[in-house]
């Protein structure tokens, strides 16, 4: 079932007087704004275009999906109270607006939270733009709305508005410019860095944002041709970046990135290429399975029931089979879930930020010096929590218990008012002799094993480090414990690479190579929300729109 979060509000030149109102339909898991809504309504009171700002909303939420769940979010406290049935509707035009936003939704799916004026930002520039177009006798436009552009400049510190430098051409840059100029969040960008032995999922995009409520005019001032460059743009950055994932598909090969494995110069992404490649070709010597088409889902529980461990297997090879298994039918159960499933678990998985050995790209993980955040990834850490402050959907955190989850699990714990749970599943994978290596250094010391590494999930790092099946058994087992305790609410888990890309993973029911295949950076957030009936859906993956 999804979640909606709808922001609206109303104002009054003269309260009664000349009024009008904005709402605002936003995805619960992502931020991303998906509807808007505003229009002018002639003279009418302050209250009455706030009930009919709430009333839009909810019908907007409604054709989005009449199966939805919706958290409104007001600045209204008289509207907050009366329709959570906490005060009483006695003023004769409230009543009927009451009882008409009370039947869009079944009662029981729809929650109200009173939030200050300075948080509903967008629904009052939106109210103000329809108030503003009224009094030129026209009525609201969406086409030529800037309420979110002018929400995103203007939010002041918390706005989080960051434009993200780079050539002419760089795909990354050009996105972000591009969802700058529109304040969507939708332009997608095109990911650059090299494999990161500990990199993560990245930002949500745009959320619910908040502001001051005026009842001045605030004219709407959007040109069709600035929205045909803010287009140009974004149609330039998404095919710059198809440009790029094209060749990477003609061109595959790199390091590990995530696995543990980081490499810090053309040399050593020349190795990794290679022995990626030789990896490759042994695993499918081994496994015919490694070769066969993942895009049905019956092959995906066919490849687990193969993997599944013989009568001499040990415990952790069992349990890996069972949890690929269950991962499997999941994704081969048809359709969309029943409507009275509730709300799911949503994971909001976040990448602590950058430590010394980041850019440094060496193995690190949970058998290594244990590193602190450096003075980069602690302002990563802040840009999160700003990000996560702003969406206002963050209710609970759990974190790794290593230091640089700890310590980015605090910023945003501040910022939020929330505590901080520590969890010993969501730790890193354990690499052994290789912390604090590069990939080319283990590759020059530790070839043979670095070899097996690559071609088996159940291989162990040299020294006694952890296999990624091992790793897979604990996340899956995590993942069932958080479910379980977080059924219905959206929580943080503050973590690293390896568990978030095994989550991933197997939320997809993908195969053990995936984790190869994906690309998380540091402070990057992902999003995996889990569904009464065993489903899971990805929302989300590496976002860092938040750092630029």
């Known amino acids: 079932m999804r979640e909606f979060i709808v922001e609206a509000d109303g104002g009054s030149r003269g309260n009664p007087g000349p009024a009008g109102y904005g709402a605002v339909v936003s995805d619960a898991a992502t931020g991303e704004?998906?509807?808007?809504?505003?229009?002018?309504?002639?003279?009418?009171?302050?209250?009455?275009?706030?009930?009919?700002?709430?009333?839009?909303?909810?019908?907007?939420?409604?054709?989005?999906?009449?199966?939805?769940?919706?958290?409104?979010?007001?600045?209204?406290?008289?509207?907050?109270?009366?329709?959570s049935g906490r005060w009483k509707i006695k003023h004769p035009d409230m009543k009927p607006l009451a009882a008409d936003a009370a039947r869009i939704f079944p009662p029981?799916?729809?929650?109200?939270?009173?939030?200050?004026?300075?948080?509903?930002?967008?629904?009052?520039?939106?109210?103000?733009?329809?108030?503003?177009?009224?009094?030129?006798?026209?009525?609201?436009?969406?086409?030529?709305?800037?309420?979110?552009?002018d929400t995103r400049a203007g939010g002041g510190a918390g706005s989080g508005a960051v434009v993200a430098p780079g050539p002419p051409g760089d795909a990354a840059a050009g996105a972000a410019r591009?969802?700058?100029?529109?304040?969507?969040?939708?332009a997608a960008s095109a990911t650059s860095a090299g494999p990161d032995p500990e990199a993560g999922p990245s930002s949500?995009?745009?959320?619910?944002?908040?502001?001051?409520?005026?009842?001045?005019?605030?004219?709407?001032?959007?040109?069709?041709?600035?929205?045909?460059?803010?287009?140009?743009?974004?149609?330039?950055?998404?095919?710059?970046?198809?440009?790029?994932?094209?060749?990477?598909?003609?061109?595959?090969?790199?390091?590990?990135?995530?696995?543990?494995?980081?490499?810090?110069?053309?040399?050593?992404?020349?190795?990794?290429?290679?022995?990626?490649?030789?990896?490759?070709?042994?695993?499918?010597?081994?496994?015919?399975?490694?070769?066969?088409?993942?895009?049905?889902?019956?092959?995906?529980?066919?490849?687990?029931?193969?993997?599944?461990?013989?009568?001499?297997?040990?415990?952790?090879?069992?349990?890996?089979?069972?949890a690929d298994a269950r991962a499997a039918k999941a994704v081969a159960t048809p359709g969309w879930a029943p409507a009275d499933m509730g709300a799911p678990a949503t994971f909001v998985l976040l990448r602590h930020g950058e430590t010394p050995l980041t850019p440094q790209k060496r193995f690190s993980g949970s058998g290594g010096t244990d590193p602190s955040l450096s003075d980069v990834g602690r302002e990563q850490a802040e840009r999160a929590a700003a990000l996560l402050a702003r969406r206002g959907t963050i209710q609970a955190i759990v974190s790794s218990p290593l230091t640089r989850t700890r310590e980015t699990a605090g910023i945003i714990a501040a910022r939020l008012g929330l505590d901080v749970s520590v969890d010993d599943g969501l730790r890193e994978t354990d690499f052994g002799a290789w912390e604090g290596l590069t990939f080319a250094e283990v590759r020059e010391r530790h070839p043979d094993d670095l070899n097996a590494w690559l071609a088996s999930p159940d291989a162990e790092p040299t020294g006694g480090g952890e296999s990624f099946a091992a790793t897979s058994t604990r996340i899956a087992a995590t993942r069932d414990k958080l479910i379980a305790a977080y059924a219905g609410r959206t929580v943080l888990l503050v973590t690293h690479v390896t568990p978030i890309k095994t989550f991933v993973r197997?939320?997809?029911?993908?195969?053990?190579?995936?984790?190869?295949?994906?690309?998380?950076?540091?402070?990057?957030?992902?999003?995996?929300?889990?569904?009464?009936?065993?489903?899971?859906?990805?929302?989300?993956l590496n976002d860092t729109s938040h750092l630029r």
């Open 204 to 322: 949500v995009p745009s959320s619910v944002r908040g502001a001051t409520k005026q009842r001045g005019g605030e004219g709407a001032s959007a040109g069709g041709a600035g929205s045909a460059r803010a287009d140009a743009d974004v149609r330039a950055a998404r095919a710059d970046a198809d440009a790029r994932a094209a060749t990477a598909v003609a061109g595959p090969g790199g390091a590990p990135a995530g696995a543990g494995a980081d490499v810090g110069s053309a040399t050593a992404d020349d190795d990794a290429r290679a022995s990626k490649a030789g990896a490759d070709a042994r695993a499918a010597e081994v496994s015919s399975d490694a070769r066969a088409p993942k895009a049905d889902a019956g092959l995906r529980a066919a490849k687990a029931d193969a993997d599944a461990p013989t009568a001499t297997a040990t415990a952790t090879g069992t349990a890996k089979a069972d």
């Open 178 to 186: 591009a969802r700058e100029a529109l304040a969507t969040g939708r």
């Open 506 to 540: 197997l939320a997809l029911g993908a195969p053990p190579e995936s984790l190869f295949r994906m690309e998380l950076s540091a402070a990057s957030l992902s999003v995996v929300a889990y569904y009464a009936d065993g489903n899971a859906s990805v929302r989300l």
């Open 33 to 83: 704004t998906l509807r808007e809504a505003a229009e002018y309504i002639g003279v009418a009171t302050n209250n009455v275009a706030e009930y009919r700002g709430l009333i839009a909303g909810l019908r907007a939420a409604h054709e989005l999906d009449p199966a939805a769940t919706v958290h409104v979010r007001m600045d209204s406290k008289l509207v907050i109270e009366q329709m």
């Open 108 to 149: 029981g799916r729809v929650t109200y939270e009173w939030i200050p004026r300075e948080r509903n930002k967008h629904a009052d520039r939106l109210a103000n733009e329809a108030m503003d177009a009224g009094a030129r006798g026209e009525q609201w436009s969406a086409s030529t709305s800037t309420a979110e552009l």
